[in-house]
């Protein structure tokens, strides 16, 4: 079945810093991707999204590359700001017309320190 | 504002006794969900639905029950079954099943069994 590898957290950087959060996916077709924030005790928020080979999707400063021939959708932001730190969320969705249930990682919790 | 709403935030039940979670949405969505989030752990689906009087098992229903009587709500019980109920819950909605299509979480109930 369809699944999804996140980068075990927690991740720790210094305001401005360089974030990476690698995500990788196995499913059949070419599902929908997915990056979700969740905040402390809070729901979860769409960041960015992708639905096709080579599409970028972008939100906020984050980043995220649909890269088919990886089977990869790692998350990049620039310069991290204390506002980032929360848990983010891979995910993919199967094929428009299919099974239509989002497939999550186990999440990355990022703090940022001042 | 438009969004979903779930009710209450904390929820504490006795063991042994059948609890409500309650989600209503007023985005006129089609597609409803309800997922379950452990410490350290992605997101499992409990049930979905997609269209009114309509529902399906999702990777983790037993002991729990839904309905979908009304397009903007989507109950979730957790019956005596369910031997490890303390969780935070997630429900979520979208405009249709589609596997592109956006999902928009609530703020969730965090239920605890004492």
């Known amino acids: 079945g369809d699944s999804v590898t996140q980068m075990e957290g927690p991740v720790t950087l210094s305001e401005e810093a360089f974030l990476t959060i690698n995500c990788t996916y196995t499913?059949?077709?070419?599902?929908?991707l997915f990056w979700y924030v969740q905040y402390p005790g809070e729901g979860l928020q769409l960041l960015l999204k992708?639905?096709?080979?080579?599409d970028k999707g972008s939100n906020k400063g984050f980043e995220a590359t649909y890269r088919k021939e990886t089977t990869s959708f790692h998350l990049e932001k620039g310069s991290v700001q204390v506002s980032d730190s929360a848990v983010y969320f891979c995910?993919?969705?199967?094929?428009?017309?299919?099974?239509?249930?989002?497939?999550f990682g186990s999440g990355t919790q990022l703090t940022v320190l001042p | 504002d438009g969004g979903i709403t779930q009710s209450p935030k904390y929820l504490f039940r006795k063991e042994g006794q059948n609890v409500t979670l309650s989600c209503e949405q007023n985005?006129?969505?089609?597609?409803m969900y309800w997922y379950r989030q452990d410490p350290g752990q992605g997101l499992r689906l409990i049930y979905y639905?997609?269209?009114?009087?309509?529902?399906q098992k999702g990777d983790i229903a037993e002991g729990y029950s839904v309905s979908r009587e009304k397009k903007e709500s989507f109950p979730l019980t957790v019956t005596s079954a369910q031997k490890n109920p303390t969780a935070f819950y997630l429900c979520?909605?979208?405009?249709?099943?589609?596997?592109?299509?956006?999902?928009?979480f609530g703020q969730g109930t965090r239920l605890t069994v004492v």
């Open positions: 995910a993919l969705s199967p094929l428009a017309g299919s099974a239509r249930q989002l497939t």
């Open positions: 985005l006129n969505h089609d597609a």
């Open positions: 639905s997609q269209i009114v009087n309509d529902f």
């Open positions: 979520a909605s979208s405009i249709d099943g589609g596997g592109d299509s956006e999902a928009f």
């Open positions: 499913a059949t077709g070419y599902p929908s």
């Open positions: 992708a639905t096709k080979a080579d």
